[in-house]
T-cell receptor
């Protein structure tokens, strides 16, 4: 149980295009999901908290108009990188908190999406 | 602001050796702490989660301890194997908004 999937696993796009990444909780409901990015040989940095049915909360320095987050259902959150540029190339990872496990607040992570912007 | 540091940044050991990875955090007001494993180009696999009220957790060859007052956690790996080679990350959860702060990671290589 507690499986999180991401799609696509890898995407290459041209500069100026938009890319959508999906994060799904497969066997549990998640009112809260998190989006991270990871540069090579660095740790994960939280970008935003995605809340089902409401606006996402962005971390300081993250452009909300560039990284659009939609959490329309209890099992799906999407991250859209708008007008992508080479500096947006990174590894994007999502995580989800099982709404039914209130006590431990454990987060389960997806396999990540490698974005390369040419 | 919470800062999480892991030492060493990289470690290479021969197969069969017992080893300890260290994680330190600046703000002791945490809800829990998790240890993760990340293989190259992959996502995170949760290894152990320790609640703030706990002192340690064990899973197979792995043992994680937590000393909240001193801001430290250790991950002990017994009888290391080449398959243990990966980057190990610790992350602290302050509770509330549940936003994890990750450490800098330790890249482990277990050699035959």
């Amino acid at each position: 149980g507690a499986v999180v999937s991401q799609h696509p696993s890898r995407v290459i796009c041209k500069s100026g295009t938009s890319v959508k990444i999906e994060c799904r909780s497969l066997d549990f409901q998640a009112t809260t999901m998190f989006w991270y990015r990871q540069f090579p040989k660095q740790s994960l940095m939280l970008m935003a908290t995605s809340n089902e049915g409401s606006k996402a909360t962005y971390e300081q320095g993250v452009e909300k108009d560039k990284f659009l987050i939609n959490h329309a259902s209890l099992t799906l959150s999407t991250l859209t990188v708008t007008s992508a540029h080479p500096e947006d190339s990174s590894f994007y990872i999502c995580s989800a908190r099982d709404s039914g496990r209130g006590v431990y607040n454990e987060q389960f992570f997806g396999p990540g999406t490698r974005l390369t912007v040419l | 602001k919470q800062e999480v540091t892991q030492i060493p940044a990289a470690l290479s050991v021969p197969e069969g050796e017992n080893l300890v990875l260290n994680c330190s955090f600046t703000d002791s007001a945490i809800y829990n702490l998790q240890w993760f494993r990340q293989d190259p180009g992959k996502g995170l696999t949760s290894l152990l989660l320790i609640q703030s009220s706990q002192r340690e957790q064990t899973s197979g060859r792995l043992n994680a301890s937590l000393d909240k007052s001193s801001g430290r956690s250790t991950l002990y790996i017994a009888a290391s194997q080449p398959g243990d080679s990966a980057t190990y990350l610790c992350a602290v959860n302050p509770g509330g908004g549940n936003k994890l702060t990750f450490g800098t990671g330790t890249q482990l290589k277990v050699e035959l």
